[in-house]
């Protein structure tokens, strides 16, 4: 694991969301260069989280009392997608590690303070599941459970759990939610998978864990609004709890799209198209027409975060939640990102042809990322238009809590 170090809170002008997007994108080329080494690795290459984290990339769902940039839900969406022009995989830590931020400026001060006061650059992974077992103990909980899959577990220095919450005679009343120092956490290498292989979603392990209860938090209220910091003057902790997650994960799937259709177009004017008289693709009428659907593709993936999340944020500076049907359209609308990436994406591969496959092409990589990450429960299609579908149709009902 990788500690982040002790340091003052930075003072600072705080950047804009273009800022912050050209920041990353002058980091391509490290980004790039590491990305086939974190996949082997199965984690992301030290050097790139060193100049992500010098660029500011995970100050973003940061409180600024603590040197974060605080910044609205529109720069997660932004950063992470601007990464994943890169590589999936970093973007996905990235993106994951500015939500566990932001989730752990819900919780009370004095909770944040155990994160941030001593060491401002620490970072913070999650799993809301609460596959854990508690018990009531004085002053707080006793957990013992297991976590999969963490995704930037390698680089966290804090995880926020989810758990049961019991009362003294083991009766659950809640799911919870607790910040535990990574220290505390024993961790098991369980992500062997196709893709997303650099994510480092393994698992954390909790063995008879205090945690003190204002490190704790209620799930259901937090959905639906409730937190517990005290600053409610800090408009971002007041964004939409399930849509900002949802969107958010959402996000590096643009960002690796964006990369694959710059490599097929890129290449179209010197690519022959084989087995017919064109002397490149760019030629053929075919293939401008499949460029063309994957491009519209891409931009409604684009829209549809971008509407949904300038709704959250709207909602946050003004100070209110969202009602029921504007969150779950959020939903539905994460799951159509990744539905409308996978077919543009599918459109890319097919028309730029059988090379797309071979392991030294890195589009093979992105697909294999984007295919991985986008079957993530929380984003999943028809799930999302149910969701969406039931709020329109039956006002009151839901499928889930997590709305």
């Not at 620490?122 to 006793?142: D, N």
Request: proline share 5%.
């Amino acid at each position: 694991m990788a500690s982040a170090t002790t340091e003052a809170p930075a003072t600072g002008i705080i950047p804009t969301i273009e800022e912050m997007v050209a920041r990353v994108r002058e980091l391509h080329p490290i980004l790039e260069k590491n990305a086939a080494q974190g996949e082997e690795d199965r984690r992301v290459v030290e050097e790139s989280i060193e100049v992500l984290t010098e660029a500011g990339a995970f100050k973003i769902g940061q409180p600024r009392r603590y040197g974060g940039y605080e910044l609205p839900m529109r720069a997660q969406i932004e950063v992470s997608a601007a990464v994943a022009e890169a590589d999936g995989g970093t973007s996905w830590v990235v993106a994951l590690c500015n939500q566990c931020a932001w989730m752990a400026g819900l919780f009370p001060e004095r909770a944040q303070d155990d994160v941030w006061k001593r060491t401002p650059g620490a970072r913070v992974s999650g799993v809301l599941t609460p596959s854990a077992e508690t018990v009531k103990a004085e002053g707080g909980y006793r957990v013992t459970g297991r976590w999969y899959y963490n995704s930037g577990s390698w680089h966290a220095d804090w995880a926020v759990l989810g758990m049961p919450l019991v009362d003294e005679n083991g009766e659950a009343l809640d799911h919870g939610l607790a910040l535990i120092p990574r220290s505390e956490l024993d961790f098991e290498e369980s992500w062997f998978v196709a893709g997303m292989r650099s994510s480092g979603s393994n698992c954390l392990i909790a063995r008879d864990v205090f945690v003190p209860e204002y490190r704790v938090i209620s799930a259901p209220r937090a959905w639906q609004g409730e937190v517990g910091t005290e600053h409610t003057e800090e408009s971002l902790y007041r964004s939409a709890f399930t849509p900002s997650l949802a969107i958010g994960i959402s996000a590096p799937q643009i960002g690796m799209a964006r990369k694959v259709f710059d490599i097929v177009t890129g290449k179209a004017a010197t690519k022959p198209l084989t087995y017919t008289f064109y002397a490149t693709q760019s030629e053929s009428p075919v293939f401008r027409r499949q460029i063309a659907k994957a491009a519209m593709l891409i931009e409604t993936a684009e829209l549809h975060a971008y509407r949904a999340v300038d709704a959250i944020d709207k909602a946050a500076a003004e100070g209110t939640y969202p009602d029921a049907r504007e969150r779950a359209r959020a939903r539905a609308a994460a799951g159509w990102i990744v539905e409308s990436v996978g077919k543009a994406m599918n459109i890319l591969l097919s028309s730029h042809g059988a090379a797309s496959f071979a392991e030294r092409n890195e589009i093979q990589r992105h697909w294999r990322d984007s295919a991985v990450a986008g079957r993530h429960a929380y984003i999943v299609p028809d799930v999302g238009l149910e969701m969406y579908g039931t709020a329109l149709l039956a006002e009151g009902d839901n499928i889930t809590p997590m709305l």
